[in-house]
T-cell receptor
């Protein structure tokens, strides 16, 4: 079946603009995660959705970041008033009943 | 102190040798441990998970866990050039498979 997909694959924006990043998880996976990976760095946890439970937002770096998951499937990560330090690869992962998180290809965000 | 620490490398080994990748973690309550492989420009993929003290073998890969020393390692036997990648150690502090904390990764270079 299809894996995790993310769009856009690349996004270039100007400082101060808002951006929306989309994640389509593997069908049937109830858990969905967003991570950020800056150049040469590990993965930084941002937010976690599990079924209908309230999301774990403890990793969001500021109130400019928000995410939602509609219908328990597609998720959108929104960054408002982007800053240059927001430039990174944003990775989405989904998980079914096991322990494996399956990652999407990521969205490479560049804020000029 | 970072919650999950790895030597950034690069770790250079000749083809056919054993590559040893190490990871330490700070939270004694950590329950689950994972090794992800990330090729340059690609997303991470899970290669090993380990939950109990001792060794776990899967093909050429062996994960080793020592909870008393808060240490987890990955051994790659008969290293191949195709093993050249960044290896990310990830730790789940709680029960279940909720939120992983990733190290910054160790870059492995296997020379032919």
């Amino acid at each position: 079946g299809a894996g995790v997909s993310q769009s856009p694959s690349n996004k270039v924006t100007e400082k101060g603009k808002d951006v929306e990043l989309r994640c389509d998880p593997i069908s049937g996976h109830t858990a969905l995660y967003w991570y950020r990976q800056s150049l040469g760095q590990g993965l930084e946890f941002l937010i976690y959705f599990q079924g209908n439970s309230a999301p774990d937002k403890s990793g969001l770096p500021s109130d400019r970041f928000s995410a939602e998951r509609t219908g328990g499937s597609v998720s959108t990560l929104t960054i408002q008033r982007t800053q240059q330090e927001d430039s990174a690869v944003y990775l989405c992962a989904s998980r079914g009943v096991g322990e494996t998180q399956y990652f999407g290809p990521g969205t490479r965000l560049l804020v000029l | 102190q970072k919650e999950v620490e790895q030597n950034s490398g690069p770790l250079s080994v000749p083809e056919g040798a054993i590559a040893s990748l190490n990871c330490t973690y700070s939270d004694r309550g950590s329950q689950s441990f994972f090794w992800y492989r990330q090729y340059s420009g690609k997303s991470p993929e899970l290669i090993m998970s380990i939950y109990s003290n001792g060794d776990k073998e899967d093909g050429r890969f062996t994960a080793q866990l020592n909870k008393a020393s808060q240490y987890v390692s990955l051994l790659i036997r008969d290293s191949q050039p195709s093993d050249s990648a960044t290896y990310l150690c990830a730790v789940n502090r709680g029960t279940g498979f909720q939120k992983l904390v990733f190290g910054t990764g160790t870059r492995l270079l296997v020379s032919p």
